[in-house]
Nanobody, 123 residues
Framework: QVQLVESGGGLVQAGGSLRLSCVAS????????MGWYRQAPGKRRELVAR???????VYADSVKGRSTISRDSNNNTVHLQMNSLQPEDTGVYYC?????????????????WGQGIQVTVSS
């Protein structure tokens, strides 16, 4: 069983910053990538940023230049530093990882998700 626990969300004024963190735990190995998606009210879930095992990163155009994703492989942790936040950054942020996990007595690769954490940016 894989668990992802997010922290660091909350309410912030426009122009402010937040640092989201996510810790993955459970019967898992060989995490390929970790990252963050978000979902605004009435909209589809979208990628914010992800980091792969070799350190490569991908950012959504909307956050590029004002967000930094980092990963601590030793602790199966991923962080997302977001600066210059705007009201359009409001939404529920979901941590995910792609990893091998022990399921039904076999190691299987899959995507795993956290429960989500609210980020609200006031104007």
């Amino acid at each position: 069983q894989v668990q992802l626990v997010e922290s660091g969300g909350g309410l912030v004024q426009a122009g402010g910053s937040l640092r989201l963190s996510c810790v993955a735990s459970g019967s898992m190995r060989a995490i390929n990538e970790m990252g963050w998606y978000r979902q605004a009210p009435g909209k589809r879930r979208e990628l914010v940023a992800r980091v792969v095992s070799d350190g490569g990163t991908v950012y959504a155009d909307s956050v590029k230049g004002r967000s930094t994703i980092s990963r601590d492989s030793n602790n199966n942790t991923v962080h997302l530093q977001m600066n210059s936040l705007q009201p359009e950054d409001t939404g529920v942020y979901y941590c995910f990882c792609n990893s091998y996990a022990l399921r039904d007595s076999a190691w299987r690769r899959g995507d795993y998700w956290g429960q989500g954490i609210q980020v609200t940016v006031s104007s």
